[in-house]
């Protein structure tokens, strides 16, 4: 599961205008490199080198990519559902889905024709990310419970995926909550991240719909110094003690589904808790500091739990206050839970009030949901002085299958498959 | 107007964060740089080298900058109307704002006292860009046409910030138009860019609010390879013909405001036209290339007009069909006028129907709006075969005001002093 296979890709210097260049053939990737070379990784291993915004992450591996990977800067986040009754017509999709999600995340057009040998036919891929890099485009997909109800799949859905309650202080909005399924698009470039999404749709038209969707952007390695957590839109460092994606043993503990979790089709995947959370902007830019640095266990400037010097410095729990984030928040405080964060910010404009409608995309991955979120949220949504700013406004839950293993694999080949 | 003062200043290595360990101190900028330094241009000049994300653009000059500037990656802009009907309370608003505006710009914190000596005081400084570089950030302001209804200044509207006509195929939401004022805010990181606009509405709290806002995102040179025009979401290469910020002949003749054109308060400042485009993705998605490229009148692959082989050949004119989109906003069409573009890509989500709520952030600077915007889009809006893919939503106009000269100047002095 943590085999690591790098393999000489041109990606850095090879970009879509050139791969298009050589013709449309198919395998390109991979070909000598004119200059430096990238090294293209299993998914699942070690994040990415983020330096060089060039560079591709492997599609194919035993987890999907875009959980253990390091976080890229842009998000594209949209659910589906599902408007076909035909299984089979599905499950093509899902193949054409995986192939066209190979070939992006490599940097490559969609489609051997496209602008290549039949320009007369509807254009394969819609163009906009010609001449663009990789960008460590991830695409990551995600089987709602209400898929579960189609395709005779009801025996197939797994314990862990479990409903949402209905947690104190929600409200959400059914149009930005749940879904048949889900995909997640991550990448350096945010035309790359939208370029996706949008060909995906494209491809699924008449057979999925986009129910809902999500645009974020975050504070990662291209835009926050080294081993600095990213700050919040309230400007706190928040998501400190985050299961890195280089921590094997927490992944296989807290994110990746065993063996014996449940249903077989989803070993090697993750359970997904996406939430909208609106983050009450202009009420927390009217509170003073010492206000916000007791809700959240911290201090602003540098991140420091309370008592601390600095930032990663052990939290002393008694210190801070019963209802501060930091304090609810921590693994100690709740049996140990840990979750895997991939959190993005959200601004999409202003709200009917002239109030900035901004907050935080939170998403989560998790072993089981049961043992990560429910209870987590359960505790939060009780008692985190947080609660006062923010407001959960959107929710969804999705089954992450397992990594597409190779060129002849497909998303959710073992969930559709008869013996599974 | 084209003086150059090159100053070295520590931005590439001098983060918000470091800045601060330095206590706040009111004047770091300019100060010895540990490592490699940046020249900081005044705005107004040439672009500047955008490898650097780091970079600081220098707020002061003859422009303001955000205009000539190199388009960086990111965009929010907020339009705001006036709540206030106390002209010094204004007046102190802008004051306020620009020294607000001119400190985040070289990446500091707002306010001396801002986790420095006061930590008791409600932040001056909402901190989510602590830590972060200044990521070329510009401020930019404008004044709507309604502004000039308000505080005595209605013998100071200048003659060229005309209302916009109804055009063909207008479906403008008001939600969506005008506003007293705006602020463009650009940068590389959105982090930046949006932490510039909250600053700033809070600023404006009780004063101003934000009528509304638009963020956007760009594909330039930390995205796209040097010399090509950045991809629309149409997939096509658009504003070939754009001025550069290095064309100063041509920006002294078609973007700034000249000695004779009006009131002196817009010497050396510029109008602006912002629409709201929506682009239908999926209608487009379905059409069949060739359609697509008579369209425009490129080909999609290179970009080059019909007939040639490169994106920057020559037009000629009469091969393209005469609704193509080349043809109708070539110069040639259109009595020589040229526009300086500087829109952004937009993504706003899913609308009700399941489509991408996205587009074109249409922003464009010119000299006289009566002899750029609108007799070029009177012809594109009756003409251009792209109307069957498009639809203006959103609509306004703006008064940029020359730059802010020195420490001493603001954002209007001249609109506002009482002998201009």
Redesign the interface.
């Known amino acids: 599961m943590t085999d690591t296979t790098s393999e000489s890709a041109n990606s850095r210097t090879t970009?879509r205008?050139s791969l298009?260049a050589m013709g449309g053939a198919g395998l390109v990737v991979g070909a000598a490199a004119a200059g430096g070379a990238v090294a293209v990784t299993r998914s699942g291993d070690e994040p990415q080198p983020v330096a060089d915004?060039g560079g591709a992450v492997a599609f194919h591996g035993a987890h999907q990519a875009g959980i253990a990977t390091g976080v890229q800067d842009r998000l594209?986040f949209?659910a589906f559902d599902v408007k076909t009754d035909d299984r089979d017509e599905f499950v093509q999709l899902l193949k054409d889905w995986t192939k066209a999600a190979a070939r992006m995340t490599e940097g490559r057009v969609i489609g051997d024709g496209a602008?290549g040998g039949l320009?007369?036919?509807?254009?394969d891929?819609?163009?906009?990310?010609?001449?663009?890099?990789p960008?460590r485009l991830t695409l990551t997909i995600g089987f709602g419970p209400s898929l579960f109800e189609k395709f005779g799949l009801a025996d197939k859905r797994p314990e862990a995926l479990v409903d949402l309650p209905k947690f104190p202080g929600d409200n959400l909005d059914k149009?930005r909550s749940d879904g048949d399924l889900c995909i997640q698009a991550c990448a350096d470039?945010?035309?790359i991240a939208?370029h996706a999404i949008?060909n995906l749709?494209?491809i699924g038209?008449g057979k999925v719909?986009?129910?809902?969707?999500?645009?974020g952007?975050g504070?990662t390695s291209?835009?926050?110094?080294d081993a600095?957590t990213p700050?919040?839109?309230?400007?706190?460092k928040d998501g400190t003690r985050n299961i890195a994606g280089t921590e094997r043993e927490a992944l296989d503990q807290h994110v990746w589904a065993g063996a014996g979790d449940g249903p077989a089709w989803m070993t090697g995947g993750s359970y997904l808790v996406a939430r909208r959370i609106r983050m009450n902007?202009?009420t927390?830019?009217?509170?003073?500091?010492?206000e916000?640095e007791d809700v959240f266990g911290r201090d602003?400037?540098e991140g420091a739990p309370v008592g601390k010097a600095k930032e990663h410095d052990a939290v002393f729990l008694k210190a801070l206050k019963p209802t501060s984030h930091v304090r609810l928040a921590h693994p100690d405080s709740n049996g140990g839970i840990r979750i895997l964060r991939r959190g993005y910010?959200f601004?999409?404009?202003?709200d009917?009030l002239?109030?900035?409608d901004?907050g935080l995309f939170f998403l989560a991955y998790q072993r089981d949901v049961r043992k990560g979120f429910i209870p987590l949220q359960r505790s939060l949504s009780r008692h985190d002085a947080l609660n006062e700013y923010i407001q959960h406004v959107g929710s969804a839950v999705f089954a992450v299958p397992p990594g597409v293993r190779d060129s002849g694999d497909w998303w959710g080949r073992a969930l559709f498959s008869k013996e599974a």
Chains 1, 2 share one sequence.
């Open positions: 970009s205008r298009l915004t594209h949209a602008y320009p007369e036919a509807p254009p891929d819609t163009g906009e990310a010609l001449g663009l890099k960008s149009a470039d945010p035309q939208v949008r749709a494209r038209f719909a986009v129910r809902w969707s999500q645009l952007f504070k291209s835009t926050t110094p600095q700050r919040n839109l309230f400007g706190f902007i202009e927390w830019d009217r509170t003073s500091l010492s916000q602003k400037g910010s601004t999409d404009g202003t009917g002239g109030r900035l901004a």
